[in-house]
T-cell receptor, first 116, second 114 residues
Framework: GAVVSQHPSWVICKSGTSVKIECRSLDFQATTMFWYRQFPKQSLMLMATSNEGSKATYEQGVEKDKFLINHASLTLSTLTVTSAHPEDSSFYIC????????????FGPGTRLTVT | AQSVAQPEDQVNVAEGNPLTVKCTYSVSGNPYLFWYVQYPNRGLQFLLKYITGDNLVKGSYGFEAEFNKSQTSFHLKKPSALVSDSALYFCAVRVFSGNTPLVFGKGTRLSVIA
């Protein structure tokens, strides 16, 4: 099966700083990647859809200036949480899909962000 | 808009007994349905999917699910539960229209008791 990696797996940062999370598709080219956020004991909430070489499409209620997404290559998408606050603490999961025709989304292992 | 409902927050079952985790969906068009499992502090692991064809889908670890179009359901089942099946289970749906993402249900926590 396809493999999607995330780095780091966990990170602790201070309020006001920025944190970058990387998502890589290791054995396939992903034209589309998705970023999800999961609160404790809750479901995955889609934050944005990232398409290689173009701007990300954000879901309603997600601040695009706070959660910067860059999909610069077919194997890498990054999510930067800018000016982080404690309420941004969450589990962030990325997902990648093979080029058109594929039905499956492959998920990364997630990144636990704690903002102090 | 597409949505998924998992009516049970928690399902408890004794080891060796059959288990069912319920899922209903709402989409415009033909649905593609998925089940994923999540262990603590881990990402999602794919269990099975329904795209087309046979309504009964068999997946990983002995799980299966039945697509019921009239009831718009896709319940996850296993004939004999194991303690190691205890985890958080998510049902998800998408329609095949461009790069539409998976939309997830809220999840059901399965607890298998020895």
């Amino acid at each position: 099966g396809a493999v999607v990696s995330q780095h780091p797996s966990w990170v602790i940062c201070k309020s006001g700083t920025s944190v970058k999370i990387e998502c890589r598709s290791l054995d396939f080219q992903a034209t589309t990647m998705f970023w999800y956020r999961q609160f404790p004991k809750q479901s995955l909430m889609l934050m944005a859809t990232s398409n290689e070489g173009s701007k990300a499409t954000y879901e309603q209620g997600v601040e695009k200036d706070k959660f910067l997404i860059n999909h610069a290559s077919l194997t890498l998408s990054t999510l930067t949480v800018t000016s982080a606050h404690p309420e941004d603490s969450s589990f962030y999961i990325c997902s990648a899909r093979r080029p058109s025709g594929s039905h499956e989304q492959y998920f990364g292992p997630g990144t636990r962000l704690t903002v102090t | 808009a597409q949505s998924v409902a998992q009516p049970e927050d928690q399902v408890n079952v004794a080891e060796g007994n059959p288990l069912t985790v319920k899922c209903t969906y709402s989409v415009s068009g033909n649905p593609y349905l998925f089940w994923y499992v999540q262990y603590p502090n881990r990402g999602l692991q794919f269990l099975l999917k329904y795209i087309t064809g046979d309504n009964l889908v068999k997946g990983s670890y002995g799980f299966e699910a039945e697509f019921n179009k009239s009831q718009t359901s896709f319940h996850l089942k296993k004939p004999s539960a194991l303690v190691s099946d205890s985890a958080l289970y998510f049902c998800a749906v998408r329609v095949f229209s461009g790069n539409t993402p998976l939309v997830f249900g809220k999840g059901t926590r399965l607890s298998v008791i020895a």
